[in-house]
């Protein structure tokens, strides 16, 4: 079953900050929340993930909220190339396997 | 570079034959993973290893079969016995088990 909920899919302008909302309601304490995301025809990209504080790295940045119920992934200035799936995928750190829903189709325009 | 390979690119089969579709990894990682993807759908786990010599059925393993005599290889087989074959296929690796890298797929099409 999945354990995260996401948006079909969302449009994005070109330079602009892209905001993915993930809901994840029923997460365990010693769950992490990973983001991939998957360009047409291509093997899904690790982008980044969380446990309870807010996380940046080159490519993306990673919200959480406090009570940990849901997250927001930021790409801060949105190109063409960022245009993909996005999986939002909660588990914990150690076993468990990644259960990779629809995701999120993002569509970058000029 | 390090990183994932898989071959081939696309591949075509006739109904019947089995057909084994190649990953190979020189990442060092321990475990390694095979996905099946369908038109607008996400990854289902097929097969998993997490240390040579030893794997373990995924969600969907039926109609399928592995081997892993050498870290770096994972090959998987698609039997006669699987119903739907036609899919995209997925390779990954790991040390840390959610922290995948993947190759870039095996198109299968059974004619």
């Known amino acids: 079953d999945a354990k995260t909920t996401q948006p079909t899919s969302m449009d994005c302008a070109e330079g602009r900050a892209a905001n993915l909302p993930c809901n994840h309601s029923t997460i365990s304490g010693n769950e992490y929340v990973y983001w991939y995301r998957q360009i047409h025809s291509q093997g899904p990209q690790y982008i980044i993930h969380?446990?309870?504080n807010n996380e940046t790295n080159e490519m993306a940045s990673l919200i959480i909220t406090e009570d940990r119920k849901s997250s927001t992934l930021i790409l801060p200035h949105a190109t063409l190339r960022d245009t993909a799936v996005y999986y939002c995928?909660?588990?914990?750190?150690?076993?468990?396997?990644?259960?990779f829903g629809q995701g999120t189709e993002l569509s970058v325009k000029p | 570079d390090g990183g994932i390979t898989q071959s081939p690119k696309y591949l075509f089969r006739k109904e019947g034959q089995n057909v084994t579709l190649s990953c190979e990894q020189n990442l060092n990682h321990d475990a390694m993973y095979w996905y099946r993807q369908d038109p607008g759908q996400g990854l289902r786990l097929i097969y998993y290893?997490?240390?040579?010599?030893?794997?373990q059925k995924g969600d969907i393993a039926e109609g399928y079969s592995v081997s892993r005599e050498k870290k770096e290889s994972f090959p998987l087989t698609v039997t006669s016995a699987q119903k739907n074959p036609t899919a995209f296929y997925l390779c990954?690796?790991?040390?840390?088990?959610?922290?995948?890298?993947f190759g870039p797929g095996t198109r299968l099409t059974v004619l």
């Open positions: 990954a690796s790991s040390i840390d088990w959610n922290e995948q890298f």
């Open positions: 290893s997490q240390i040579v010599n030893d794997f």
């Open positions: 969380g446990l309870k």
């Open positions: 995928i909660v588990n914990a750190r150690q076993g468990g396997k990644l259960i």
